[in-house]
């Protein structure tokens, strides 16, 4: 009904930049939240930054500053801008979205995943 699809992870160098993006597709009547998620190894999955429907967004603090979602309502597509990354920003990103379907049911829907990983 509702898929989720991310792309733009890859290797970076510390210091340089990438940008996701999450396009939601299916039977959408509305999305409020979307936000993304990230799991490094032996970690637990957490937060990374949210968006609402209006544009308000929240920050883990570890990446504030450098990292920006943002969200074109139109497409139904959220991104995360990730400037000046670490290493310890390797992870396994994750979208994440709240979504009513035509049916008027809402649902939190998680995207496959895609790689992260900054080294030299």
């Known amino acids: 009904q509702v898929q989720l699809v991310e792309s733009g992870g890859g290797l970076v160098q510390p210091g340089g930049s990438l940008r996701l993006s999450c396009a939601a597709s299916?039977?959408?009547?509305?999305?409020?939240?979307m936000g993304w998620h990230r799991q490094a190894p032996g970690k637990e999955r957490e937060l990374v930054a949210a968006i609402t429907s209006g544009g308000s967004t929240n920050y883990a603090d570890s990446v504030k500053g450098r990292f920006t979602i943002s969200r074109d309502n139109a497409k139904n597509t959220v991104y995360l801008q990730m400037n000046s990354l670490k290493p310890e920003d390797t992870a396994i990103y994750f979208c994440?979205?709240?979504?009513?379907?035509?049916?008027?049911?809402?649902?939190?829907?998680w995207g496959q995943g895609t790689q992260v990983t900054v080294s030299t």
């Open positions: 299916g039977s959408i009547f509305s999305i409020n939240t």
């Open positions: 994440n979205a709240d979504i009513t379907t035509i049916s008027r049911y809402i649902f939190n829907y």
